[in-house]
């Protein structure tokens, strides 16, 4: 039986009983990192990376969590587990599963370039590797980080000279801690979404630094915005609650804006192809660096991208999960 | 230390390489993501102040629809591309759906780490060359594309390849254009649109020439004047006898000119169209010298009571065909409804009132004597009451509505309210449930925006029509939500969904067409509204289409 099955519940470790980010209520759930995709309600006990204890408890509630550093084994019914940094967001890792001298790695949402806070990538050899497929064609090559900074330092700053604040929607868990330095380089007027705040507020009480920002106060008078970048999750794109940054301009940071079409589409002013994801290099490297035999593909171009695996010789299948809802758009990308 | 600054600031200013394909790109990249027309405007006014004379020629040109001939496919393209980044063909399929545009997917494809940075060509360099090698052997072709590629940055390679495969669809109207130019050379909007029109070869024109000299080009046609349609009662546009009615027609809007005794036939979309319609030839030597009317090409015939007007489908059938067989005359015939008159004797009408250009208009089409040309019948009324009787009866002579024009009006340029309004009746409408999705394209590639929609025949389902527009961007959300998750099959980019979802299609009209499986062709179909309040068997019939057809489609 193979170490890892694909089941309606999810990813599940029949020998060690354990289902890794279950999208159903389980007994045991070990999670690759906070975002709602993958860490659900419901389970009767939750592993984690220590980084992502105090995000899952935000987000669910008070339960029972367990955590693990990077690279700290722990056994479970007998299968040795141990988690790895994924470079996703802070806390992400993969799980890396051992049975017998078989390995398989999950690699929940990972990105292989460095963006100095969520944990460098960790290539970990394996069997099997279990990989996202976000961006998985080769139309998506991101731009380096640094210089998708100065593209949004240069807008922030367009944006003010014609008087204008500066919208920047952002995942509240991810891109907004990652763009946070940057606009601080250029302004220290920054105000936040309640759901961006909450996420810094519990970052920084675990102990990450980041620069001052405000939470946005319902009742305070329009005027109290002028020349101001204003972080936002997506939920809040062309809501109301946007209304009272008049005049503003609208950025967009998902890689999703790689697309022409998905920025015009959008009605905003500018998009910026920054992602947690891996884009198609990023995927292959990681691939290849896994050494792994076999090749299972979710979430994403998971179809396309498994296919180009099999004609390079990289056996591959694709597995339906639920996941990164399909293609849609979804927060966090 | 401010003066420091001021100091840094200025030694910047030292002029830079002006006029470069960067700039271009930069330009056309503002251009397409900006959504507010000022900044729109602000941008073009920026580029024709800084490019250089022969990129801002091409600039008008190519934004104007006089894009140099296509030299390269788009099969050769793709097959360099994919020869270039060693990938499967099915793959590059793939990231076109995704991408929706075959210059963008290209400039995606293309890796950063095969460029080979030269000093920068402007605009008008890559044209020349694009029309150079129009001749030239493939693998001169190629040799030139494969290298700009290597040269170029994404954004610099999407607008290169742009400039080859098509238009490009960013939008910036023409009339936004003419003002930025009107903003930069400080002539009137109207004398810069006038300018800029008619038969020029950018290659052969300079920037001064086109805008500043007077030009002696006799096809040059006037801007047309467009009206908006109306909103809310037109009781509010003040007295009825303030007001021209006629009917608005479904055919092509154009232009017939004389001058220096040589007739010209322009299309609104500035395409010169003259040899299309032998049917017009005859008022080269009927019409005075020195005219230009405005009205509509449509398909039509004499009749006992004037003109009778024929379904768009069939003028259809002379569009796009470069020679026109006896039996198309035959069975497609074009007349032309006279609007106005726009110059007459040499001079430039368009000042003077309706009414003065109307009473001429009369006196020129009356001499003519034709088969072929109809004055625009005025529909008389006292009340507007009375306007909004007759103007229900519309569809039964193929009209689209009514137009209210103000007697006193001047002939403007471009679509402007106030003065002409354009009241169309209400759309057919017909229930229909989706039952093909695919992705749609630019804007909203990666969208299930672009479905087909059927109606029942019994048990059967059966489709009828495509619709693409409508709905707002959260519905085609919705609707993208439920086809990603209620597909049944998918055949290439297109999916079979559960037919479950309901919508109003609204259509202008209605033909008999052998080409459809339905037997019917709609005119200008798109979604009214999500029927969330319907059930999938509340649909309309296909003898409900038939009985249109029978009615309307004759």
Known sequence: ?333 | MDEMLTYGEDVNEVPMQVGGMSLFAELIMSLGTSTKTNDKLEALSNYFSVAGDKDKVWMIAIFSGRRPRRSVSAALLQLWCLELVNLPQWLFAECYLTVGDLAETISLLIPPEIMVPKEEQPLHYYIEQLIGIEKQSEEVKKQFVIDSWRQMNQQERFVFNKLITGNFRIGVSQQLMVNALSKVTELPAATVAHRISGNWDPVMTTFSALLHESNSDDSKPYPFYLAYAIEGEPAELGLPHEWQAEWKWDGIRGQIIKRNNELFVWSRGEELITEKFPEYHFLKDKLPDGIVMDGEIISGRQSDEGFVVLPFANLQTRIGRKNISKKQLQEAPVIFIAYDLLEYNHEDWREKTMQERRTQLEQIVADLQSSEVFLSPIIAFDMWAELAATRVTARLINSEGVMLKRKSSAYQVGRKRGDWWKWKIDPLTIDAVMIYAQKGSGRRSNLYTDYTFAVKDGDKLVPFTKAYSGLTDKEFGEVDYFVKRNSLEKFGPVRTVKPELIFEIAFEGIAASNRHKSGVALRFPRINRWRKDKKPDEINTLDDLKQMLEQYGK
Request: aromatic share 12%; charged share 20%.
């Open chain 1, 1 to 333: 039986m193979a170490l890892i099955q694909f089941t309606d519940k999810g990813l599940y470790c029949a020998e060690g009983n354990f289902y890794i980010d279950p999208w159903q209520p389980v007994d045991k759930a070990v999670i690759t990192h906070a975002h709602s995709d993958h860490a659900r309600w419901g389970s009767k006990s939750y592993l984690c990376h220590t980084f992502t204890k105090p995000l899952l408890q935000q987000r669910l509630g008070d339960g029972n969590y367990e955590t693990l550093e990077w690279g700290q084994p722990v056994f479970i019914n007998g299968v040795k587990v141990s988690l790895h940094p994924a470079g996703h967001i802070i806390g992400s890792s993969q799980i890396r599963v051992e049975r017998n001298g078989d390995v398989w790695v999950v690699s929940g949402d990972y990105k292989t370039e460095n963006d100095g806070i969520s944990g460098e990538f960790e290539p970990v050899k394996c069997n099997t590797f279990i990989t996202e497929s976000t961006f998985g064609l080769p139309i998506y090559n991101w731009k380096k980080q640094a210089d998708i900074f100065i593209d949004i330092q240069n807008w922030i700053k367009d944006c003010f000279e014609k008087n204008a604040n500066a919208v920047i929607i952002a995942y509240s868990l991810g891109k907004a801690q990652r763009i946070i330095a940057p606009i601080a380089e250029v302004t220290s007027n920054i105000h936040a979404h309640g759901a961006v705040w909450n996420i810094f507020q519990t970052l920084k009480s675990s102990g990450f630094k980041f620069p001052d920002i405000n939470r946005i106060d319902i009742d305070a008078p329009k005027e109290k915005y002028k020349n101001a970048v204003i972080i936002a999750p997506p939920s809040a794109e062309a809501s109301l609650w946007m209304r009272r940054f008049t005049p503003f301009e609208v950025g967009v940071c998902s890689g999703w804006m790689q697309v022409r079409g998905n920025v015009r589409r959008r009605n905003i002013d500018a998009g910026f192809a920054l992602s947690d994801h891996a884009d198609w290099n990023g995927l292959l490297q990681a691939i290849e660096a896994t050494e792994a035999s076999k090749v299972f593909v979710t979430h994403g171009f998971q179809s396309a991208f498994s296919r180009y695996l099999n004609e390079k010789g990289i056996e591959s299948a694709e597995v339906k999960t639920e996941y990164g809802n399909d293609e849609d758009a979804v927060e966090g990308n």
